[in-house]
């Protein structure tokens, strides 16, 4: 178990850091900041991050890389270099780098398909956004080494990280589409925790849970009873605030 006493000396806290160095291969700013201020609170940090990156889950540590390159480049996470290590060391190299690259590009133009729609549509034959979106997409995907589900994943992971909730929505939609099982869904989504923040996390599952219940996605068992639970609406509806 993890010391979380508060340390006392520059001696302490020097290997606690060098611990922390051990373990990941690196240090930020963060993890010396922990360390010193609140060390339960560091164990903490490190035991959700480990969970979700330092080991196989459901994804795998390739697939759980290729997932977090393409949200460190749409959110723009310059310090995060060591997920190019870890990709390496977890068999993959400069073609996910890129797929990663071409991936968080592309969703990060998806509001303009539907800015064409909306305001030049009366002007086009038949225009639509997300049918747009996806014959780019899909061209896009034939010259990238990315298994679909994979993409589709990390692409929804990304567009949370920015609250585009149409774009959330359509890339769950198709990772269930490519095969996604709906824990490996649910990992991805969790990864963007990190750079994206947690209340954009508690909005994305909202926004899953709602493809449940309106049909659009074929669900278990589990999931759906997830979905039809009720008194998922925060503290307004714990409170009877409408």
């Known amino acids: 178990m993890a010391d979380t006493t508060p340390p006392k000396t520059v001696a302490d806290v020097e290997e606690r850091l ?15 900041l922990l360390a010193v201020a609140n060390p339960a609170l560091l164990s903490a940090y490190d035991t ?9 889950g459901v994804l795998t540590l390739h697939e759980k890389e290729v997932i977090w390159l393409i949200i460190l480049v749409s959110t723009g996470e310059a310090i995060a270099t060591h997920h190019i290590d870890r990709l390496r060391k977890a068999g993959g190299g400069e073609a996910e780098v890129a797929a990663a690259l071409a ?22 034959d038949g225009f639509d956004a997300v049918a747009s979106y996806r014959s780019g997409l899909a061209a896009l995907m034939e010259r990238h080494p990315v298994e679909p589900w994979v993409a589709e994943i990390g692409l929804a992971a990304a567009h949370q990280c920015h609250r ?27 990864l963007a ?16 849970k709602t493809l449940i219940l309106d049909g659009k996605v074929e669900a278990s068992d589990a999931f759906a009873a997830w979905a039809r639970l009720s008194g998922q609406g925060g503290f307004d509806e714990a409170s009877g605030v409408s």
């Open 193 to 208: 925790m990190f750079p994206g923040g947690v209340p954009n996390f508690v909005d994305a599952c909202d926004i899953w």
């Open 18 to 32: 060098t611990s922390i160095r051990d373990k990941r291969g690196y240090l930020l700013p963060h993890h010396g």
């Open 48 to 56: 959700l991050y480990s969970e979700l990156t330092l080991k196989d």
């Open 103 to 124: 991936l968080a590009a592309w969703a990060d133009g998806a509001s303009r398909h539907r800015f064409v729609q909306t305001h030049w549509a009366a002007h086009l």
């Open 164 to 190: 585009r909730w149409e774009w959330v929505g359509e890339h769950i939609a198709g990772a269930y589409r490519a095969g996604a099982t709906e824990r490996a869904i649910a990992e991805g989504l969790a």
